[in-house]
Protein backbone atom coordinates (compact mmCIF):
# COMPACT_ATOMS: atom_id res chain seq x y z
CA UNK A 1 0.00 0.00 0.00
CA UNK A 2 1.25 3.51 -0.74
CA UNK A 3 -0.46 6.50 0.73
CA UNK A 4 -0.59 9.58 -0.79
CA UNK A 5 -0.37 7.32 -4.62
CA UNK A 6 -2.01 9.86 -6.70
CA UNK A 7 1.11 13.09 -5.81
CA UNK A 8 4.48 13.83 -7.27
CA UNK A 9 6.87 11.06 -5.31
CA UNK A 10 4.23 8.57 -4.79
CA UNK A 11 2.84 8.06 -8.02
CA UNK A 12 6.84 7.40 -9.07
CA UNK A 13 6.49 4.57 -6.00
CA UNK A 14 3.35 3.02 -7.86
CA UNK A 15 5.52 2.88 -10.98
CA UNK A 16 8.36 1.27 -9.56
CA UNK A 17 6.21 -1.62 -7.53
CA UNK A 18 3.98 -1.95 -10.37
CA UNK A 19 7.33 -2.49 -12.31
CA UNK A 20 8.60 -4.95 -9.98
CA UNK A 21 6.03 -6.91 -10.18
CA UNK A 22 4.02 -6.55 -6.74
CA UNK A 23 0.14 -6.35 -6.49
CA UNK A 24 -0.14 -2.00 -5.50
CA UNK A 25 -2.80 -0.72 -3.48
CA UNK A 26 -2.48 3.06 -3.87
CA UNK A 27 -4.23 5.62 -1.63
CA UNK A 28 -4.86 9.15 -2.16
CA UNK A 29 -7.55 11.54 -0.78
CA UNK A 30 -6.74 14.18 -4.10
CA UNK A 31 -6.37 17.61 -1.75
CA UNK A 32 -2.85 18.08 -3.68
CA UNK A 33 -2.67 14.84 -5.62
CA UNK A 34 -3.69 14.52 -9.08
CA UNK A 35 -5.15 10.88 -10.82
CA UNK A 36 -3.71 12.04 -14.21
CA UNK A 37 -0.38 10.82 -12.55
CA UNK A 38 -1.38 7.31 -11.87
CA UNK A 39 -4.22 6.77 -15.10
CA UNK A 40 -2.06 5.18 -16.93
CA UNK A 41 -1.99 2.40 -14.19
CA UNK A 42 -5.99 1.58 -14.03
CA UNK A 43 -6.26 -0.98 -16.91
CA UNK A 44 -3.44 -2.71 -14.81
CA UNK A 45 -5.06 -5.85 -12.50
CA UNK A 46 -2.25 -5.45 -10.03
CA UNK A 47 -3.25 -1.90 -9.26
CA UNK A 48 -6.55 -0.63 -7.72
CA UNK A 49 -7.05 3.00 -5.91
CA UNK A 50 -8.55 3.82 -3.04
CA UNK A 51 -9.99 7.58 -2.38
CA UNK A 52 -9.96 7.84 1.56
CA UNK A 53 -8.11 10.25 4.05
CA UNK A 54 -5.07 8.35 5.75
CA UNK A 55 -5.98 10.61 8.85
CA UNK A 56 -9.67 8.16 9.37
CA UNK A 57 -9.23 5.11 10.75
CA UNK A 58 -7.78 2.21 7.40
CA UNK A 59 -9.40 -0.48 6.56
CA UNK A 60 -7.58 -2.81 4.26
CA UNK A 61 -9.19 -6.75 3.44
CA UNK A 62 -6.65 -9.08 2.90
CA UNK A 63 -2.45 -9.59 3.40
CA UNK A 64 -0.22 -6.67 3.30
CA UNK A 65 3.57 -6.99 3.10
CA UNK A 66 4.71 -3.37 2.60
CA UNK A 67 3.62 0.00 3.78
CA UNK A 68 4.82 3.01 2.27
CA UNK A 69 3.16 6.35 3.55
CA UNK A 70 3.81 9.38 1.53
CA UNK A 71 0.67 11.26 2.28
CA UNK A 72 1.32 15.04 2.93
CA UNK A 73 1.33 18.13 1.63
CA UNK A 74 5.11 18.91 0.46
CA UNK A 75 5.43 22.54 -0.47
CA UNK A 76 5.22 25.85 1.09
CA UNK A 77 2.03 26.76 -0.94
CA UNK A 78 0.36 24.22 0.33
CA UNK A 79 1.18 23.58 3.95
CA UNK A 80 0.75 26.88 5.02
CA UNK A 81 -2.99 27.03 3.44
CA UNK A 82 -3.95 23.96 4.65
CA UNK A 83 -1.71 23.82 8.24
CA UNK A 84 -4.08 21.52 9.89
CA UNK A 85 -4.36 19.13 7.78
CA UNK A 86 -0.50 19.02 7.48
CA UNK A 87 -0.11 18.75 10.75
CA UNK A 88 -2.91 15.27 11.13
CA UNK A 89 -1.69 13.69 8.05
CA UNK A 90 2.09 13.11 9.87
CA UNK A 91 0.29 13.08 13.15
CA UNK A 92 -2.76 11.07 13.08
CA UNK A 93 -2.40 9.39 9.40
CA UNK A 94 1.43 7.98 10.69
CA UNK A 95 -0.51 7.03 13.27
CA UNK A 96 -3.33 4.93 11.79
CA UNK A 97 -0.56 3.65 9.45
CA UNK A 98 1.84 2.11 12.30
CA UNK A 99 -1.23 0.80 13.36
CA UNK A 100 -2.11 -1.24 9.86
CA UNK A 101 1.41 -2.34 9.77
CA UNK A 102 1.03 -3.37 13.34
CA UNK A 103 -2.33 -5.36 12.99
CA UNK A 104 -1.00 -6.59 9.08
CA UNK A 105 2.24 -7.57 10.21
CA UNK A 106 3.73 -4.87 7.29
CA UNK A 107 7.08 -3.42 7.07
CA UNK A 108 6.29 0.09 6.77
CA UNK A 109 8.28 3.06 5.09
CA UNK A 110 8.00 6.39 6.37
CA UNK A 111 8.73 9.81 4.22
CA UNK A 112 10.43 11.92 6.54
CA UNK A 113 12.18 15.12 4.93
CA UNK A 114 15.68 16.94 5.13
CA UNK A 115 13.42 19.63 6.93
CA UNK A 116 13.82 17.85 9.84
CA UNK A 117 16.99 20.13 9.78
CA UNK A 118 15.04 23.47 9.42
CA UNK A 119 17.83 26.43 9.35
CA UNK A 120 20.64 24.23 9.63
CA UNK A 121 23.83 25.10 12.29
CA UNK A 122 25.56 21.58 10.57
CA UNK A 123 26.68 21.33 6.81
CA UNK A 124 26.14 19.35 5.01
CA UNK A 125 23.78 17.13 7.39
CA UNK A 126 23.97 14.35 8.41
CA UNK A 127 21.59 11.43 9.86
CA UNK A 128 23.00 12.32 13.63
CA UNK A 129 22.35 15.90 13.41
CA UNK A 130 18.75 17.03 15.75
CA UNK A 131 17.88 19.96 13.28
CA UNK A 132 17.38 23.69 14.13
CA UNK A 133 13.46 23.74 13.71
CA UNK A 134 11.59 26.82 14.80
CA UNK A 135 7.85 24.88 15.82
CA UNK A 136 5.87 28.06 16.14
CA UNK A 137 6.57 29.62 12.50
CA UNK A 138 5.07 28.98 9.32
CA UNK A 139 6.83 26.15 8.28
CA UNK A 140 6.46 24.07 11.54
CA UNK A 141 3.32 22.92 10.65
CA UNK A 142 5.58 20.25 8.36
CA UNK A 143 8.74 20.39 9.96
CA UNK A 144 7.49 19.77 13.09
CA UNK A 145 4.72 17.17 11.47
CA UNK A 146 7.51 15.30 10.13
CA UNK A 147 9.77 15.23 13.12
CA UNK A 148 6.83 13.78 14.99
CA UNK A 149 5.84 11.22 12.45
CA UNK A 150 9.65 10.07 13.20
CA UNK A 151 9.13 9.68 16.59
CA UNK A 152 5.95 7.98 16.91
CA UNK A 153 7.54 5.85 14.09
CA UNK A 154 10.53 4.92 16.09
CA UNK A 155 7.88 3.99 19.15
CA UNK A 156 6.17 1.78 17.54
CA UNK A 157 9.81 0.10 16.36
CA UNK A 158 10.80 -0.16 19.60
CA UNK A 159 7.09 -0.68 21.61
CA UNK A 160 5.32 -2.48 19.32
CA UNK A 161 8.21 -4.39 17.13
CA UNK A 162 6.36 -3.16 13.57
CA UNK A 163 9.34 -3.16 10.90
CA UNK A 164 9.93 0.11 10.36
CA UNK A 165 12.20 2.52 7.86
CA UNK A 166 12.37 6.17 7.51
CA UNK A 167 13.65 8.32 4.79
CA UNK A 168 14.63 11.83 4.84
CA UNK A 169 14.03 13.36 1.11
CA UNK A 170 15.90 15.74 0.28
CA UNK A 171 14.91 18.18 -2.18
CA UNK A 172 13.53 16.08 -5.19
CA UNK A 173 12.51 17.32 -8.97
CA UNK A 174 11.08 15.28 -11.80
CA UNK A 175 8.25 15.19 -14.43
CA UNK A 176 4.74 14.84 -12.30
CA UNK A 177 5.29 18.19 -10.18
CA UNK A 178 2.81 20.55 -10.22
CA UNK A 179 3.80 24.05 -11.94
CA UNK A 180 2.08 26.43 -9.28
CA UNK A 181 3.39 24.24 -6.50
CA UNK A 182 5.52 26.93 -4.85
CA UNK A 183 8.76 24.81 -4.98
CA UNK A 184 12.08 26.48 -6.67
CA UNK A 185 12.40 24.22 -9.83
CA UNK A 186 8.56 24.07 -10.91
CA UNK A 187 7.95 28.02 -10.36
CA UNK A 188 11.52 28.39 -12.27
CA UNK A 189 10.21 26.99 -15.25
CA UNK A 190 7.27 28.32 -15.12
CA UNK A 191 7.83 31.72 -15.21
CA UNK A 192 10.35 30.55 -18.25
CA UNK A 193 7.55 29.35 -19.62
CA UNK A 194 4.93 32.37 -19.42
CA UNK A 195 7.48 34.71 -20.38
CA UNK A 196 7.86 36.19 -16.72
CA UNK A 197 10.67 37.11 -15.04
CA UNK A 198 12.36 34.58 -12.88
CA UNK A 199 12.03 35.87 -9.04
CA UNK A 200 14.56 34.51 -6.26
CA UNK A 201 14.18 35.08 -2.80
CA UNK A 202 16.69 36.89 -0.97
CA UNK A 203 20.02 37.23 -3.02
CA UNK A 204 19.73 33.94 -4.21
CA UNK A 205 22.90 32.56 -2.02
CA UNK A 206 20.99 30.31 0.13
CA UNK A 207 21.66 26.80 -1.46
CA UNK A 208 19.69 23.71 -2.37
CA UNK A 209 20.72 20.35 -3.81
CA UNK A 210 18.30 18.60 -6.10
CA UNK A 211 17.92 14.70 -6.93
CA UNK A 212 16.43 13.31 -9.69
CA UNK A 213 12.87 11.66 -8.86
CA UNK A 214 14.31 8.55 -10.38
CA UNK A 215 17.75 8.31 -7.92
CA UNK A 216 15.32 9.43 -5.03
CA UNK A 217 12.75 6.40 -5.64
CA UNK A 218 15.53 3.68 -6.42
CA UNK A 219 17.09 4.57 -3.15
CA UNK A 220 13.84 4.07 -1.34
CA UNK A 221 12.68 1.05 -2.77
CA UNK A 222 16.58 -0.36 -1.33
CA UNK A 223 16.33 1.37 2.04
CA UNK A 224 12.67 -0.61 1.75
CA UNK A 225 14.38 -3.90 1.55
CA UNK A 226 17.04 -3.01 3.45
CA UNK A 227 17.39 -4.10 7.64
CA UNK A 228 18.30 -0.58 8.62
CA UNK A 229 15.24 1.47 10.80
CA UNK A 230 17.02 3.97 11.49
CA UNK A 231 16.70 7.57 9.71
CA UNK A 232 18.59 7.79 6.42
CA UNK A 233 19.26 10.20 3.82
CA UNK A 234 18.38 10.29 0.43
CA UNK A 235 19.53 13.10 -2.23
CA UNK A 236 22.09 14.55 -4.07
CA UNK A 237 24.76 15.99 -2.37
CA UNK A 238 25.47 18.14 -5.81
CA UNK A 239 25.01 21.63 -4.06
CA UNK A 240 23.81 24.66 -5.79
CA UNK A 241 23.05 28.37 -4.84
CA UNK A 242 19.36 29.06 -6.02
CA UNK A 243 20.41 32.50 -8.01
CA UNK A 244 22.73 29.86 -10.00
CA UNK A 245 20.17 27.04 -10.34
CA UNK A 246 17.97 29.60 -11.81
CA UNK A 247 20.10 30.83 -14.32
CA UNK A 248 20.91 27.03 -15.41
CA UNK A 249 17.15 27.02 -16.05
CA UNK A 250 17.10 30.29 -18.24
CA UNK A 251 19.89 29.17 -19.92
CA UNK A 252 17.90 25.41 -21.00
CA UNK A 253 14.83 27.63 -21.41
CA UNK A 254 16.74 30.30 -24.01
CA UNK A 255 14.24 32.79 -22.73
CA UNK A 256 15.34 36.76 -22.23
CA UNK A 257 13.86 36.97 -19.33
CA UNK A 258 15.54 38.89 -16.21
CA UNK A 259 16.46 37.25 -12.96
CA UNK A 260 14.52 39.30 -9.73
CA UNK A 261 14.98 39.27 -6.09
CA UNK A 262 11.98 39.13 -3.33
CA UNK A 263 11.94 39.54 0.19
CA UNK A 264 12.81 36.16 1.78
CA UNK A 265 10.29 34.06 3.74
CA UNK A 266 10.13 34.04 7.10
CA UNK A 267 12.90 30.62 8.27
CA UNK A 268 14.12 30.23 4.45
CA UNK A 269 16.40 27.54 5.31
CA UNK A 270 19.84 28.88 4.00
CA UNK A 271 21.70 25.77 3.26
CA UNK A 272 20.80 22.09 2.55
CA UNK A 273 23.36 19.38 1.52
CA UNK A 274 22.63 15.57 2.59
CA UNK A 275 25.53 13.54 3.87
CA UNK A 276 24.77 10.47 2.09
CA UNK A 277 27.79 8.18 3.72
CA UNK A 278 25.29 5.75 5.17
CA UNK A 279 23.06 5.24 2.20
CA UNK A 280 26.40 4.43 -0.20
CA UNK A 281 27.77 1.79 3.18
CA UNK A 282 24.10 0.63 3.73
CA UNK A 283 22.12 0.28 0.10
CA UNK A 284 25.25 0.86 -2.09
CA UNK A 285 23.29 3.74 -3.59
CA UNK A 286 24.29 7.06 -4.94
CA UNK A 287 22.68 9.03 -7.61
CA UNK A 288 23.37 8.84 -10.97
CA UNK A 289 21.42 11.64 -13.21
CA UNK A 290 23.14 14.75 -13.43
CA UNK A 291 21.33 18.18 -13.26
CA UNK A 292 21.79 18.77 -16.45
CA UNK A 293 20.04 15.54 -17.80
CA UNK A 294 17.49 15.63 -15.47
CA UNK A 295 16.70 19.26 -16.35
CA UNK A 296 16.51 18.55 -19.86
CA UNK A 297 14.27 15.84 -19.29
CA UNK A 298 11.78 17.56 -16.62
CA UNK A 299 11.96 20.97 -18.61
CA UNK A 300 10.82 18.57 -21.57
CA UNK A 301 7.76 17.31 -19.63
CA UNK A 302 6.62 20.51 -18.92
CA UNK A 303 6.49 22.06 -21.87
CA UNK A 304 4.71 19.44 -23.30
CA UNK A 305 1.36 19.93 -20.93
CA UNK A 306 -1.21 21.96 -22.59
CA UNK A 307 -0.46 25.48 -22.49
CA UNK A 308 -3.55 26.24 -19.66
CA UNK A 309 -1.19 24.54 -17.18
CA UNK A 310 1.22 26.71 -17.30
CA UNK A 311 -1.21 28.78 -16.30
CA UNK A 312 -3.58 27.22 -13.85
CA UNK A 313 -3.50 29.02 -10.44
CA UNK A 314 -2.76 26.94 -6.86
CA UNK A 315 -5.68 24.73 -6.09
CA UNK A 316 -7.91 26.98 -2.99
CA UNK A 317 -8.75 24.73 -0.44
CA UNK A 318 -12.14 24.40 1.19
CA UNK A 319 -10.90 23.75 4.86
CA UNK A 320 -7.87 23.59 6.69
CA UNK A 321 -9.80 20.98 9.56
Sequence with gaps: MITGAAGFLGSHLCDKFVGEGYKVIAMDNLIT?????????????????????????????????????????????????????????????THNCLGLAKEKRARILVASTSEVYGDPLVHPQTEEYWGNVNPVGP???YDEAKRYMESITTAYHSFHKVDTRIVRIFNTYGPRMRLNDGRALPAFIGQALRGEDITVFGDGSQTRSFCFVSDLIEGIYRLLLSNYTGPVNIGNPNEISLKRF????????????????????????????????????????TPIISRKEGLEKTYHYFKELPQEEWYRQPKEFLSGK
Design 139 to 141: RGV
Design 246 to 285: AEEVLALTGNKVKIVSLPLPVDDPKQRRPDITLAKKLLNW
Design 33 to 93: GDLKNLEHLFPNPDFEFYHHDVTKYIHISGPLDYILHFASPASPIDYLKIPIQTLKVGAMG
